[in-house]
């Protein structure tokens, strides 16, 4: 079983930058594929980005490609999502969850969560 644990949400303006980072315990992190979900008031929870095992590949919402960026170290048991050019509709709880099947982009498909942490961008 692995226990997760994000950090980084906070409030900026729009077009700013922020790094979340989720950090890893109990469990090989190595065995697990990342994804980052995002749930906004009022909408469901959707995906946002994933990455496999190793970090070699990496899967985004079509909504947020070429501004964010999903990356891991398997030594710092970390998965880290940079975003850039934000924008008020990112304002949501973001969440990483870990799947040891595979880089899902169903939030039905991963196994463990993190509290979230909330991003918000003001206009």
């Known amino acids: 079983q692995v226990q997760l644990g994000e950090s980084g949400g906070g409030l900026v303006q729009g077009g700013g930058s922020l790094r979340l980072s989720c950090a890893a315990s109990g469990a090989t992190f190595s065995s697990y594929c990342m994804g980052w979900f995002r749930q906004a008031p009022g909408k469901e929870r959707e995906f946002v980005a994933a990455i496999s095992w190793s970090g070699a590949s990496t899967y985004y919402a079509d909504s947020v490609k070429g501004r964010f960026t999903i990356s891991r170290d398997n030594v710092k048991n970390t998965v880290y999502l940079q975003m850039n050019s934000l924008i008020p509709e990112d304002t949501a709880v973001y969440y990483c969850?870990?799947?040891?099947?595979?880089?899902?982009?169903?939030?039905?498909?991963?196994?463990?969560w993190g509290q979230g942490t909330q991003v918000t961008v003001s206009s």
């Open positions: 969850a870990a799947d040891l099947d595979g880089p899902g982009y169903s939030a039905y498909e991963y196994d463990y």
